[in-house]
């Protein structure tokens, strides 16, 4: 009895798994059905209209060929057994109507052939949608992997100029409190050989005067080398000090006059937005200051919306109509810095002497400005 009991549960086990698959079977089914029977009234419907129409035109003008678009919407929007069973119908509507309009007697070879041509034409029609839904999905297939290498490359390049920019952060660093402090004090001690030596009155006061001024210029180039590098301003208070700071510092370089206009707070939340953009300006700005012999440089920041515009103009000696994107490294280090950050960036002659590069990037409004961009 107990070994009977035991053997209970194998045999019922396989009847409750055929149950289960028949119940996911008829819920697949009663969620195609309702297409199905759309299609299905459908091309009842029409082969009906066109028995009828067969019927007023007289046996001795069929309408085979208007069957086949009940026949096309069947084997296409369904399948080979459901375009042939239209074509059943269709030749069973059509042997009627004719009889029914007289015919002495039906047409049984001309009806063969009929459905033979029927058959065929639903068969074609059937592998002709099988192979676009095949090349669809292959096509789809494609589409996702390339979208999946555009992705991981856009990710790429961001680990990339992270990278980049702790790099240039660290380099600016060391310059500024190794090399800069180490020039420092070399400074002093050559000004306090000065001092002595200019008490003695000895000629070589004039040579130690030279070594002092050297070295401070040397402290000067430190500084730019250490700010071209990485901006104390942007980390601490934000792109639009950071942005005046540029604009100070290229204006002592270069003995230029290079003036910022932007607001007090840029509504720039991310750091790497921020740092892209100041690399975009800082990069315009000195190559208009050397290589355009610009006396003028503007850097403006302007909000529009949901748009923030960057725009840097001179009055240099301009670019090009032209302008090749396989030339100037720095244009294209701009261009790719935009492009990390989802901006876009133009670069044109200006309308009077000189040339402007804008940068657009499309930012939260205001009132969304406590999300991060």
Request: glycine fraction near 8%; charge should be positive; charged fraction near 25%.
């Amino acid at each position: 009895m107990c070994s009977e009991l035991t053997k209970l549960p194998t045999k019922t086990a396989p009847r409750r798994i055929e149950l289960r698959k028949i119940r996911i079977n008829v819920a697949n089914l009663s969620r195609v059905l309702p297409g199905w029977k759309v299609l299905l009234t459908t091309c009842l419907f029409l082969v009906g209209v066109i028995g009828y129409a067969d019927y007023q035109t007289g046996y001795d003008r069929p309408l085979l060929l208007f069957y086949l678009l009940p026949i096309s919407l069947a084997a296409w929007f369904g399948s080979f057994l459901g375009g042939l069973g239209i074509a059943v119908v269709s030749i069973a509507v059509s042997m009627l109507s004719d009889v029914a309009a007289g015919s002495p007697a039906p047409g049984f070879w001309n009806s063969g052939m009929a459905f033979v041509s029927y058959a065929l034409f639903a068969g074609v029609l059937s592998k002709l949608r099988t192979l676009v839904g095949e090349l669809d999905r292959r096509v789809e297939e494609r589409t996702a992997a390339l979208q999946r290498e555009v992705a991981e490359r856009q990710r790429l390049d961001r680990e990339i100029a992270q990278v980049a920019d702790r790099e240039r952060r660290r380099l600016g660093q060391d310059l500024h409190d190794r090399l800069g402090q180490h020039l420092t004090g070399t400074a002093l001690a050559a000004q306090v050989l000065k001092d002595k030596l200019a008490t003695k009155s000895v000629p070589e006061a004039s040579e130690a005067e030279k070594l002092v001024r050297y070295v401070e210029e040397g402290i000067d180039l430190t500084r730019n080398l250490a700010r071209g590098f990485f901006s104390p301003e942007l980390e601490a208070e934000g792109l639009s000090v950071a942005l005046e700071g540029l604009a100070e510092n290229i204006s002592e370089r270069f003995a230029i006059n290079c003036i910022f206009h932007g607001e007090e707070s840029i509504p720039v939340r991310d750091s790497a937005v921020a740092t892209q953009l100041y690399r975009i300006a800082q990069e315009a700005a000195t190559n208009a200051a050397k290589h355009a012999a610009a006396e003028n440089i503007d850097i403006r920041v302007t909000v529009n919306g949901s748009e923030l515009v960057l725009a840097i103009s001179d009055n240099g000696v301009g670019i090009p109509d032209k302008l090749s994107d396989s030339k100037g490294l720095g244009l294209r280090l701009m261009r790719h810095g935009a492009a990390l950050i989802g901006a876009t960036l133009s670069v044109q002659r200006n309308r009077g002497r000189g040339t402007v590069a804008t940068c657009k990037l499309r930012i939260p409004n205001h009132s969304e400005s406590s999300i991060a961009i």
